[in-house]
């Protein structure tokens, strides 16, 4: 059985294997033993230190042309984006009886990461309890593992040590070819706007979250901001907004339910858990609005527009799968919400590690090049890799869900990608499941009791009839999820 | 003017030059020279086109190096070219009497970095205004970059994607080989007790004190835990504690007139900014302490004994001078507390950046090695590169403002270090200067006027005839203070 999982596991670290790109997997073994023989070759006849000062001299002036670029760059703006909103509307998920809004952060405060035995592990037999419980996007690992050398970085011990990378931006502790490289994915897919617009770096987009309520909060105010979200919300939302008890703002629970006109609204989209397309709910003129855009990436949905938002919120970790990073960025409009959210960060952290900062430059490098520079493999396009895994997974989970009869999953229409050329739906990062056989009012428990660890929809301030589901873990969690659902009735 | 700065800049490169350690600066010497010679045997070999190719890139790198000096020198010149051109930009207002306790929050709160154009950078001219505002360790850069490869760190792609580093930690996001270099480092130094102590990971020690802040504050209280400090305290104390306006804990002054049995005292050892040596103020069974000791090390002070409170800060940023690294560690006592910081840090950032965990404990490992592995030289012994250096500073200090007669500093006994074996003084990361001379009451306005940026007295509790100055800057830097200082009269 463990020599199965093995089998399994190994092969799941070949991307090659999903959809067509199969054939690519020879060209480029036979491509690389032919640089090895030619590096071979050269190293006999120059001497190693000649190749080692050659890289270093090379290295020197790819980095100064960099900085040189940046600096040029930063002379260089241009015109306002015009305004397009890409947002279809969004369902509505039925609320039966909510628990009370201080319940609700009580329990999410204490049971939001739930770190048990299984967390980020693999499986390690048949029978092993499989933990769908967090978005731990280890799926990504495998279309990593295949690019091999080409995402590594180096760092000198002596790189980047002062507290500060370019005290002439906004954001003072932003690392100059990381702030190049988010503007030109973004430019690449076309999902955000980024003319005009300040990037501010974050230790993932949790902390940028919180600094943009540190940043939307009126200062003056006698009592604290509400903070809202339409249902089925992020668990995490009101377990950060609450947690310190702040006297700037507070969790005030569904958006839909809010009555006044001075609020923060949160808006995920596509939303966390349930996929849906969304747009904010309220509208006054006193309303602020985050935008929560972690998931609007081609593998998950179709790229309707560039997103154009107050401030909206990204991270590597649902992008490229580099959750352990613990990268994010913001865009933002005003100039006076981004240097309240950067003073936010200095209070915090003081910066944002440059060890992330210096990586996610280069995974994002490597993403935006598999698309930009000519003749390359299929298995390079991180985007294409995750839609098609993700439909894969899709198709396999309908079915199983089918099979079962037990459960219903939401349903996305379709639509043109104005990335990819292709009409397709939402695939998103999490299931959103709900139990329709009766008897089951409490379908976590149930899952758990079958040995599958998934969030409750109690968390998401909805019945707990629904559960949050990754879909993001390694392929062989993903195919013992799909076994064990097909296997209930 | 810009030749001699580059001279400057290549020679503070070497850390040879400190102290004792020159005669091995010739060995070094000779030893290159002999790999020059080797590699200019192969010169001839490896044939014109590498020849070429070297001479090209070499030129391709001046060139770049010149037209960047040339910008930078173009951006600061309108700034800096005069002192007062300089000070204008910065926007600290003077204030002869100390303000009440929410002013100085407020003041805090909105000046703790107050990033300039200076910020990190190197003074361009001899009239260059100089920042020594920030404690930004660049001084350590030259050993760093003096030990060459040694530090470096090599990360793919694939590696640390997950959330989880290992969940059978109560740290679940702490990275095993940092949390055993931390070990590691400290029994060697004998700085803090390791045995059964719970290492938690923060990111910087600026995160950690709030994490510990969040874990000794009462659930269920119906008002604010006090927060105290005895005068002089760290200037981030308050505006940290306060920025958020948590109903857990606010910010309530200084220790030594604190009345109450119910607090958090913040114990800063050696202090910062004044250097001193320190114990709790306050005792009383409901009052707990959090210990800051990050500058408990011996390029500082002298080790008197392995530290043993019940939480206890560190950070790569005092230690080895990676301040860019965002990183720093907790060792704590109850098993209860750690795991609330735990729970702070998984709402902050939802755990720390594993890419400065790798590198951290790569840089501690190779602190380490430098002491541990035999055959060493002297030039890759961190502390004692350290300490030589802050001497050295802190001899030349003291002489500039003796010819000045118009500062006083603080006096250190001196003691005998456990982990040296020789008796010396402390030497802080900061001086703590007083105007002595009648007529100048506000000594930041008065340095600043001559070009020195420092950090009032207010800002620490107490008045602005104090200024904190770094004693960490890069060479040149540090040479201009002392020259601008023995001038003043």
Chains 1, 2 share one sequence.
Request: with cysteine.
């Amino acid at each position: 059985m463990l020599s199965h999982l093995l089998q399994n596991i190994l092969s799941s670290l070949n991307p090659a294997r999903i959809g067509k790109a199969a054939p690519l997997r020879g060209r480029r073994v036979t491509a690389m033993a032919k640089k090895g023989k030619a590096s071979q070759g050269r190293w006999r006849n120059p001497g190693r230190i000649w190749g080692l000062a050659m890289v270093a001299s090379l290295a020197l002036n790819l980095t100064l042309v960099v900085v040189l670029v940046v600096f040029l760059y930063k002379d260089h703006s241009g015109g306002l984006g015009t305004c397009a909103a890409g947002a279809a509307k969004e369902s509505k998920v039925a609320a039966a009886a909510p628990p009370l809004v201080q319940d609700k952060e009580d329990m999410a405060a204490g049971q939001e990461i739930a770190v048990s035995a299984t967390s980020g592990t693999r499986p390690v037999s048949k029978d092993s309890v499989i933990n769908l419980d967090h978005g731990d996007p280890t799926m990504f690992e495998s279309f990593w593992r295949w690019m091999g050398d080409r995402g590594s970085i180096v760092i000198p011990a002596w790189q980047t040590m002062s507290y500060f990378s370019d005290v002439t931006n906004v954001c003072w502790f932003l690392e100059p070819e990381f702030a190049q490289e988010v503007r030109r994915l973004h430019n690449l897919i076309g999902n955000a706007v980024t003319q005009d617009r300040y990037i501010v770096v974050g230790t993932g987009s949790t902390q940028l979250f919180q600094a943009a309520l540190y940043a939307l909060s009126p200062s003056d105010a006698s009592e604290p901001i509400s903070v809202v979200s339409a249902v089925p919300y992020y668990s995490s939302y009101p377990a950060v907004t609450g947690y310190l008890r702040s006297g700037l703002f507070r969790w005030a629970g569904d958006a839909y339910t809010y009555k006044g006109d001075k609020y923060i609204e949160l808006v995920c989209s596509p939303n966390n858990p349930d996929g849906s397309i969304r747009e904010a709910v309220l509208n006054s003129e006193a309303g602020r609005t985050i935008h929560d855009l972690a998931y609007y990436w081609p593998q998950y949905t179709p790229i309707s527009s560039p997103a154009d938002h107050d401030i909206m919120l990204f991270t590597v970790s649902k992008s490229t799968g580099h959750a352990g990073t613990r990268l994010g960025w913001a865009m933002v409009k005003d100039k006076d919400v981004a240097k309240k959210m950067v003073k936010f960060i200095e209070l915090n952290t003081i910066g944002v590690s440059k060890d992330s900062q210096l990586r996610a430059a280069k995974i994002l490098k490597v993403v935006s090049d598999g698309y930009e520079l000519p003749n390359t493999e299929n298995t390079s396009k991180l985007f294409d890799y995750g839609r098609r895994l993700m439909t894969m997974r899709w198709e396999k989970l309908r079915e199983a869900v089918k099979a079962s009869g037990i459960f219903s999953l939401p349903e996305f229409p379709s639509s043109t990608c104005k990335f990819t050329g292709e009409r397709t739906v939402t695939n998103p990062a999490f299931a959103w499941l709900k139990c329709e056989k009766e008897g089951i009012e409490d379908c976590e428990s149930f899952l758990r009791s079958h040995g599958m660890l998934t969030r409750s929809g109690r968390h998401f301030g909805v019945e707990p009839k629904y559960v949050r589901v990754s879909m993001l873990d390694r392929d062989e969690t993903f195919e013992l999820l799909i076994e064990r659902l097909s296997s209930l009735n």
